[in-house]
T-cell receptor, first 115, second 111 residues
Framework: KAGVTQTPRYLIKTRGQQVTLSCSPI?????VSWYQQTPGQGLQFLFE???????NKGNFPGRFSGRQFSNSRSEMNVSTLELGDSALYLC??????????????FGAGTRLSVL | SQKIEQNSEALNIQEGKTATLTCNYT??????LQWYRQDPGRGPVFLLL?????KEKRKERLKVTFDTTLKQSLFHITASQPADSATYLC??????????FGAGTRLTVKP
């Protein structure tokens, strides 16, 4: 099976712009979660989608949004970018079964730099 | 407030020794806890899961313990090798399908 694919791998944007990141989960996985990773804050949970519905949400402002399509692919959008949004954005998919206990399968991430 | 703390930002040990990493949590009641490994430029990779009713779990040179009274998990790598050098993250379930991660401990194993 192919792993979790995130595109693009690198992005450079300027303050005030918006950005859309894409994630293709492992085939058969219906849960997709997004995380922000920075050296200071570590890995922080943004939100989780399952069957096109947002099930869980972390403590991020409304500028961060996401969606999931019927094929489980997911996108994350950040509007009005700030310098502090520079980070590695990681997507993870999960089989979301009781047996799998929400094991996260991560992509390689998108490195976003805001100038 | 809720916290997940991993003992130190960095840990340096000599090859062949046992590395012990700590994960402490506050104001969570996880049903299970996971450990991941992350190499530079890559996403974390799942290593082990331990449930609240399990005291210890082993996989090859890895061992995890989970003490719900102390609110602590210990992660051990025995007979450590330079290839074990990476950042190790603990994660616990917050709200069914919502996983929360610690900041990680960067382990360096010196030959």
């Amino acid at each position: 099976k192919a792993g979790v694919t995130q595109t693009p791998r690198y992005l450079i944007k300027t303050r005030g712009q918006q950005v859309t990141l894409s994630c293709s989960p492992i085939s058969g996985h219906r849960s997709v979660s997004w995380y922000q990773q920075t050296p200071g804050q570590g890995l922080q949970f943004l939100f989780e989608y399952f069957s096109e519905t947002q099930r869980n949400k972390g403590n991020f402002p409304g500028r961060f949004s996401g969606r999931q399509f019927s094929n489980s692919r997911s996108e994350m959008n950040v509007s009005t970018l700030e310098l502090g949004d520079s980070a590695l954005y990681l997507c993870a998919s999960s089989p979301s079964s009781r047996l799998a206990k929400n094991i996260q399968y991560f992509g390689a991430g998108t490195r976003l730099s805001v100038l | 407030s809720q916290k997940i703390e991993q003992n130190s930002e960095a840990l340096n040990i000599q090859e062949g020794k046992t590395a012990t990493l700590t994960c402490n949590y506050t104001n969570y009641s996880p049903a299970y806890l996971q450990w991941y490994r992350q190499d530079p430029g890559r996403g974390p990779v799942f290593l082990l899961l331990i449930r609240e009713n399990e005291k210890e779990k082993r996989k090859e040179r890895l061992k995890v313990t989970f003490d719900t009274t102390l609110k602590q998990s210990l992660f051990h790598i025995t007979a450590s090798q330079p290839a074990d050098s990476a950042t190790y993250l603990c994660a616990l379930d917050h709200n069914n399908n919502d996983m929360r991660f610690g900041a990680g401990t960067r382990l360096t194993v010196k030959p």
